[in-house]
């Protein structure tokens, strides 16, 4: 795994790799198109792991507060919290209710208009198929925030789960869930897409978030994992353990709360990534299907009239873009206030 | 050091097996490849039984996994749908994606490794916040934009470069493609050091060595940044496998002849002989990097020890 | 991937000539203008297949044949006449026996006689079960056919086709297993090139370099990434080449081509993509191709579907054809590069060939009121909706399917009346028509293998026909093509085959949508490029300089 400072003590022990304490195979990192970013995501939630003892261990001068009160007590005041707050509250709403701002429906078009620019009416223009470019990326936030949010809580779920059990119980089983993620990481994830994708007929967004799931998990399941190690040796859960707490209770009430932390934080810059890993699928064919409106799509569609109407791609890529920074200055803040060790 | 690489050289041979057999089925469920072959025909059945014999396709999916996988070990990696061997096809794709994932990968040290170490030193200050700003673009819009965005412009608008790559794809003309292809991979290079540099720029080491006088261009090259760099090389490490197959948005726009063209096409006519066989060298390649990464962390920190 | 969106590719023997003639042809690299020697490069996509004339189905792959080899027939690049070629003479008293006679004095380019024996050989091969040769079926007429081919994959039990016999050297015969008067029309299609031994004895060889009979011998193939033509001194013909080679470049996408012409990089383009057709002008000015082609595009229907095939369904069928607003995705979709078609063959056929303007009638008028009465008296849209099924690996189908969903959407007040479905890769859209898997309108694209009517009707109507993808059967229709097909006077067969496409009207068997014209952009130093009428560029007459 990435781990900024090299420790000289053994923090992760694996089965596999007696000698140094880091892990190496942790460093599988896959990606292609929106890999990337999740690597960051990756690397970013791993830093967090590096406070032996957890956040908790910190300010112990003042008086014990929890770790999510301080975080936020943090966020509150962290302008970029605040403006990618207020941004991600503002994509929610139009995704609610996109009629509010809008006076006209996504799938009327009129191709004798096509290509036309900004007109009364038109904000912004029209694209390849003469359709409303304002009304198509209002509505397309829907779609595409959706995408986002779901195959993030399906990789965080799927991913926390396998990598969290994996982690805590060791043994037989861990090996073959790193061996199994090792496979996922060396499929390109492109290829997968376009493969995966090209088999289904459904018209609905669920196979493009079941693919992002697929192909996520493992990335999720590193880091729970990682963290889950971790926090196992702390001694308040060999205090726990002592006392004669269940596995299930040890891991639910003493591992999950110190360990949940680096996978909220990867998952809400993954979020961004998703969204536009539909786009590239879109680009080739295999994303989501007409008439369903998403900024995949439009991006996909407008990318070959980028030299007569460059306003046609402009604007859902500027939507897309504004969307992917709001969620990943969220999660640099989230991050931010969980680390301890950056204040 | 010899019993960790063999233990690790050991433990691919099930991740190898896994990773082609999953690739293998996948390529099968995706339906008939001979129905493609015939153009808006049909093709006449007895050809079709005809083909579908010679290239095994009648044979249940396990025995024709397996028959494959026999035939890789002795090198034969089977023949494309074009009459074409398919180690042909890999002996003139891979040497270009070589050329294409160096040139990515030398932009990503170069400019990501330097950009991160600036950020990294001035955390918070208006370099940092901009640099920031940039990353999070680049990351936020898709390859192909950005690919067709630069093809016009430096190609035809400004005619500083040929849009397309002739078929030698020398350094000099996957200097763009190249850039394209790591901008997503250099954004994230970029935050790897910072975040790697700002947390180390208060450790003790670099304290004594600043209060032993040394110049600040040596503490930071000699000490801080050597000890930054394990995570990054982690990261360059492993993306060789990515950045080599992945490329398949970049090579089509910038019409280069490679993994990503090859294994592209290969999936468009559903050719299970070609793209089984170029993914099965990725997988191999990205085991290998992840290997070699392991072993450079002993170089980069001396405190690492393999057994 | 770009040639597999078009059916096949065909034509071969096409281009060439006229030019000769009309340049003052006549032998030596053409008049004075130009440097006869200097080459030009050309964009081309990877075969899909193996470059052999019989398993070649494909537009790209049909691109170096046509410049390496010659048949019996040539399509003339204007008219798309067939002229003879290599044939001297073909004779036949009852359309059914015929006797051809090959001219004396043509060669491969390796030097070797083209004889009676180079074609009867090579129309064996490819008739050949064992070879699988994907374009079979064309010799499916002639006697024997069976027997090397049957039918349900068994063993053949012949390796010769009984009705080929070779009279003398330069004499053979042909028996069809049937009456078809026009058969010696269609052998100018590349299946019926004749082949050198070379090919026999070394067919690896062979396909690594492959030798024809054309203007061009090719120099250099590197699969996947280029073939350099040069043009062959010893070429016996009229239309020989006017430049000195031309050099293919396999291009992963069209569009980046395109770019490569206007960066100058490239000379010629013969597929501008659609996105980039309102740009031409401004890029290229008058060094733009806009010609007539041998292609039809139509919306087929599933009609081994109930909901698409009972009373009722042929109203519906056109009340959608009448919602669909041809003029205006041919206008602003494709710039003037397609033309709405009123009828189900093409115009390259002129009216002699059968094309009929306006034969469709009505029922190709755009009219949202008529067609939202048809499809209401029709009963509906079978489930509320249609989906018209297409491939989306090649660019421009996404954006015509898009626009005729919306036209329909919007002439019946619906948004939901019409969705595209795209389909990943052409391969898998393929499987799944053979498959019989369509529950809606499909787009099918025809491009003629040879200039006749016969070609536009029969493999795409007639019962289990090899291109009748959505099963439609009508007696009448079939009855009619075997009684065209059976008449001996020629113009008296057109109008047969013309009764046979009222029947394909009157039950709007496939939407016609629009005749696709051949696009293509050159760079400043070509002269004398135009394409023939399938849509290949005649690379021949091409001067340089």
Redesign the interface.
């Known amino acids: 795994?990435?781990?900024?400072?090299?420790e000289?003590e053994p923090r992760l022990p694996d089965a596999?790799?007696?000698?140094?304490a880091?892990t190496?195979?942790e460093?599988?990192?896959?990606?292609?198109?929106a890999?990337?970013?999740m690597?960051?995501a990756t690397?970013?939630g791993e830093?967090l792991e590096k406070t032996p003892g957890g956040p908790l261990g910190t300010g112990p001068a003042e008086k014990p507060r929890s770790l999510w009160s301080d975080a936020w007590r943090d966020l509150r005041r962290n302008p970029v919290f605040i403006v990618s707050g207020l941004i991600i509250l503002f994509l929610v709403f139009i995704s609610l209710w996109p009629g509010a701002i809008t006076w006209m429906?996504p799938?009327?078009?009129?191709?004798?208009k096509?290509?036309e620019g900004s007109q009364p009416g038109h904000p912004f223009g029209f694209d390849?198929?003469?359709?409303d470019v304002y009304t198509r990326t209002v509505y397309g936030a829907r779609t595409s925030v959706s995408v986002g949010v779901c195959a993030t809580l399906g990789v965080a779920l799927l991913g926390s789960v396998l990598g969290g059990l994996a982690g805590f119980f060791g043994g037989a089983g861990d090996s073959v869930l790193s061996?199994?993620t090792?496979?996922f990481?060396?499929?390109?994830?492109?290829?997968?897409g376009?493969?995966?994708?090209?088999?289904v007929?459904s018209?609905t967004i669920w196979p493009v978030i079941g693919f992002m799931v697929l192909l996520g998990w493992p990335q999720i399941s590193r880091i729970a994992r990682g963290s889950v190690i971790t926090a196992k040796q702390n001694d308040y859960v060999q205090a726990a353990r002592a006392l004669g707490a269940s596995n299930s209770r040890i891991l639910l009430r003493h591992i999950a709360p110190n360990a949940v932390a680096p996978v909220i934080v990867v998952a809400t810059i993954a979020l961004?990534?998703y969204i536009?890993l539909e786009?590239?699928l879109s680009?080739?064919?295999?994303g989501l299907?007409?008439?369903r409106v998403s900024w995949g799509i439009d991006?996909?569609?407008a990318?070959?009239?980028?030299?007569?109407a460059p306003h046609a791609?402009l604007w859902p890529?500027g939507a897309?873009?504004v969307?992917?920074?709001a969620f990943?200055?969220l999660g640099d803040a989230v991050r931010d206030a969980l680390d301890p060790?950056?204040r | 050091m010899g019993r960790y690489v063999i233990r690790r050289l050991l433990q691919m041979i099930p991740v190898f097996i896994g990773a082609t057999l999953l690739i293998f089925l996948m390529v099968n469920v995706m339906g008939d490849p001979i129905a493609g072959l015939c153009g808006d025909r049909q093709c006449d059945p007895a050809t079709a039984a005809q083909l579908e014999k010679e290239f095994g396709l009648d044979k249940p999916v396990w025995q024709q996994y397996l028959t494959y996988m026999g035939n890789v070990f002795t090198g034969d990696f089977g023949t494309a749908f074009n009459g074409q061997p398919v180690t042909e096809l890999m002996a003139t794709a891979f040497p270009v994606t070589i050329r294409l994932t160096l040139v990515a990968i030398f932009f990503e040290i170069v400019i990501g490794i330097t950009l991160g170490v600036v950020t990294g030193l001035r955390r918070g200050r208006p370099v940092d916040t901009s640099v920031l700003l940039l990353t999070l673009v680049v990351i936020s819009v898709p390859t192909f934009v950005t690919g067709l965005l630069l093809q016009l412009l430096l190609g035809v608008e400004w005619g500083w470069i040929k849009p397309s790559v002739s078929t030698d794809a020398t350094f000099g003309e996957l200097i763009v493609p190249g850039l394209v292809l790591a901008s997503v991979s250099l954004a994230y290079v970029t935050r790897l050091t910072r975040t790697s540099i700002a947390e180390n720029k208060r450790s003790d080491y670099v304290r004594t060595a600043v209060a032993k006088g040394l110049p600040h261009r040596r503490v930071v090259t000699r000490h801080l940044l050597r000890n930054s760099l394990i995570p990054v090389v982690t990261f360059i490490g492993t993306d060789i496998g990515a950045l080599m197959g992945g490329a398949i948005v970049t090579e089509r726009i910038f019409n280069i002849h490679g993994v990503g063209y090859q294994l592209y096409q290969g999936i468009l006519r559903q050719n299970t002989q070609t793209v089984v066989g170029f993914v099965t060298v990725l997988v191999l390649v990205f085991l290998v990097a992840n290997l070699l990464v392991d072993l450079l962390y002993a170089v980069l920190d001396p405190r690492i020890r393999y057994a | 991937m770009r040639g597999a969106t078009h059916a096949k590719w065909v034509a071969c023997a096409a281009a060439v000539a006229l030019v000769a003639t009309a340049c003052g042809g006549g032998s030596d690299s053409g008049g004075g203008g130009g440097d006869g020697g200097a080459t030009l490069s050309s964009s081309w996509g990877d075969p899909q297949n193996p470059l052999e004339p019989a398993n070649t189905n494909e537009v790209q792959g049909g691109k170096v044949l046509s410049m390496i080899f010659r048949g019996l027939k040539r399509y003339n690049p204007e008219t798309a006449a067939a002229e003879d070629w290599l044939a001297e003479k073909i004779d036949t008293t009852d359309s059914q026996n015929f006797t051809i006679t090959v001219k004396d004095g043509w060669t491969f380019s390796n030097g070797e006689k083209v004889t009676a024996k180079s074609f009867v050989d090579a129309w064996n091969y490819g008739a050949g079960l064992k070879n699988n040769q994907k374009n079979a079926y064309f010799f499916e007429y002639i006697d024997g056919y069976t027997k090397t081919h049957p039918d349900d994959g068994s063993a053949p039990s012949a390796g010769t086709l009984s009705g080929l016999k070779i009279v003398d050297e330069m004499t053979f015969t042909v028996k069809l297993k049937q009456k078809f008067s026009s058969f010696p029309d269609t052998l100018g299609y590349a299946a019926f090139a004749p082949l050198p031994q070379t090919f026999f004895t070394d067919h690896a060889g062979w396909l690594k370099k492959p030798v024809g009979n054309g203007p061009y011998a090719i120099d250099s193939y590197t699969k996947g990434s280029q073939m350099v033509l040069k043009k062959w001194d010893g070429y016996p013909g009229e239309d020989k080449a006017q430049n000195g080679g031309v050099t293919l470049k396999v291009y992963t996408d069209n569009n980046t081509a395109y770019t490569d012409l206007i960066a100058g990089n490239l000379d010629l383009v013969d597929d501008v993509p659609a996105a980039q057709l309102k740009n031409v002008e401004n890029d290229l000015g008058d060094r733009y191709l806009n010609t007539p082609a041998g292609i039809i595009q139509t919306l087929a229907f599933p009609f081994y579907d109930p909901d698409w095939n009972k009373s009722g369904s042929d109203k519906v069928r056109t009340g959608l054809s009448r919602a669909i607003d041809r003029d205006q995705i041919t206008k602003t979709i494709f710039q003037d590069t397609r033309t709405p078609a009123t009828d189900w063959t093409s115009p390259v056929l002129g009216e002699e060939g059968g094309f009929k303007e306006g034969f469709c009638g009505d029922a190709c008028d755009y009219d949202p009121e008529e067609a939202k009465k048809l499809i209401e008296e029709g009963g509906g849209l079978p489930g509320g909706q249609v989906k018209i099924t297409y491939n989306a690996d090649t660019g421009s189908h996404k954006q015509w399917v898009d626009a005729v969903c919306n036209s329909i959407n919007n002439a019946l007040d619906n948004e939901k009346a019409c969705v595209g479905n795209p389909v990943g890769t052409f391969a898998d859209f393929r499987s799944q028509i053979g498959d019989q898997k369509m529950t809606g309108p499909f787009r099918a694209g025809w491009q003629m293998d040879y200039p006749l009517i016969q070609n536009f009707l029969q493999p795409l109507y007639y019962t289990n026909a090899s291109s009748n993808d959505g099963k439609w059967s009508n007696e009448d229709f079939d009855s009619l093509v075997d009684k065209a097909n059976a008449e001996t006077d020629i113009a008296e067969a057109v109008k047969t085959f013309q009764q046979a496409e009222e029947v394909v009207r009157d039950n709007m068997a496939a939407i016609p949508l629009w005749y696709q014209n051949g696009s293509a952009g050159y760079a400043e130093r070509l002269s004398d490029v135009r394409l023939n009428p399938f849509s290949v560029p005649v690379y021949e007459e091409i001067k340089v300089g």
Do not use: W
Not at chain 1, 303 to 308: E, G, L, Q, T, V
């Open positions: 795994m990435p781990e900024p400072t090299p000289p596999h790799v007696p000698g140094p880091r190496p195979q460093g599988a990192i896959a990606d292609t198109g890999g990337g970013t690597d960051l690397a970013e830093s429906s799938l009327k078009c009129d191709l004798a096509a290509q390849g198929q003469g359709c061996r199994i090792d496979i990481f060396a499929i390109p994830v492109v290829l997968g376009l493969v995966l994708l090209s088999v007929t018209n961004g990534t536009s786009a590239t680009y080739l064919g295999v299907k007409p008439p991006i996909s569609a990318s070959p009239y980028i030299r007569n791609l890529s897309l873009a969307t992917v920074l990943i200055m060790k950056l």
